[in-house]
């Protein structure tokens, strides 16, 4: 009886061991992924480095992109009209986010903490506490 329980000690040991070594690879591995407003910041800011000077560099510019100003911007609801919810959630200051479908509805629940820009133009900013919904489309 002695030596089942002992094996059943070094098998719970084996698994806590085990688990703790993939969520801190986990971990690491989240904290060194670049967030998507960073790639895409590196994207519209790289310069090609060898070709001529007839060649064109081509951006594409989100349909909907939000930044956060206040400490906590209130619920930010984007979702594809008749679709998926892309996003319904508070933000934190300085927090971006960015969306490329051709059509999408936005609610800000305070649209004075946030600032908005549409097809790569800035939206005016609303007043603080005044909810503001709207539709973004892509052009073209």
Request: glycine share 10%.
């Amino acid at each position: 009886m002695g030596l089942a329980r002992l094996a059943l000690a070094a098998l719970a040991v084996g698994v806590v061991v085990t688990l703790l070594f993939i969520g801190g690879r986990a971990l690491l591995a989240s904290l060194s992924t670049p967030t998507q407003a960073e790639r895409e910041r590196e994207r519209a800011t790289a310069l090609p480095t060898t070709g001529t000077a007839t060649e064109e560099i081509t951006v594409k510019v989100p349909t909907l992109h939000i930044e956060c100003l206040a400490e906590t911007c209130p619920t930010v609801t984007v979702r594809v009209p008749g679709g998926d919810v892309l996003q319904h959630r508070e933000m934190s200051k300085g927090e971006e986010v960015s969306f490329f479908e051709p059509e999408l509805d936005v609610v800000l629940s305070d649209s004075g903490t946030v600032r908005v820009t549409e097809n790569g133009k800035q939206r005016e900013q609303g007043e603080l506490g005044a909810k503001k919904a709207f539709t973004a489309r892509a052009p073209g």
